[in-house]
């Protein structure tokens, strides 16, 4: 019996990653002896954004029958630097990267802070990071993939395999109808 130790075995992932610059200038004011605060405005620039709305693939083996069943539910979202398209089963960018690629997606972000002095040996300090965001704009693409519901081997939402009859084998390699059904 295939995968019965894990059945059903499960690839579940929740991606969100993003490659930015950023240009800052900050401030910071005693307002009293034991009290200081700080701002710090950034302007950023996206240049690679990547995340998933969802992203989980599934393998079953019926233990009654040893049908194996696979489900997968994909949709990624990316920003790059360079559109890429699909030639010849490669990723190819259209044109060659230049400086002003690392510039599109603009955003703007803030960092705050508090410092608080408790004697003459402690400081305490509070901050808040990263407050803003940077607008994906340029470039983006989606990637998802959904089983097709139709064919031969799809049955339940799945694709479902549960071996290779002769008879469909001949009818792939000979009927082009077929082939494209399935």
């Known amino acids: 019996e295939f ?23 900050g401030y910071q004011v005693n307002v009293t002896d034991w009290l200081s605060l700080g701002i ?5 620039f996206g240049i690679v954004d990547l995340t998933t709305d969802a992203f989980e693939m599934q393998l079953y083996t019926d233990p009654n029958n040893n049908t194996v069943y696979f489900r997968e539910d994909v949709a990624l979202y990316f920003s790059l630097p360079r559109k890429f398209q699909l030639v010849d089963n490669t990723m190819n960018a259209q044109g060659p990267f230049g400086l002003a690629d690392f510039y599109h997606n603009p955003g703007f972000g803030v960092d705050l802070a508090a ?27 989606k990637l998802t993939g959904r089983l097709s519901e139709d064919g031969a081997y799809y049955e339940a939402g799945a694709l479902a395999f549960s ?11 000979t009927d082009e109808e077929y082939r494209n059904a399935v």
């Open 40 to 44: 710090r405005g950034k302007l950023l």
């Open 115 to 141: 410092s608080f002095r408790i004697g003459e040996r402690f400081n305490v300090t509070a901050a808040v990071n990263d407050l803003g965001r940077i607008r994906w704009k340029e470039n983006n693409m």
């Open 3 to 25: 995968l019965t130790e894990d059945n059903p075995a499960t690839v579940s992932l929740d991606w969100d990653t993003q490659i930015y610059h950023e240009y800052a200038l």
């Open 163 to 173: 071996g290779i009859d002769a008879g469909h084998l001949k009818l792939f390699f």
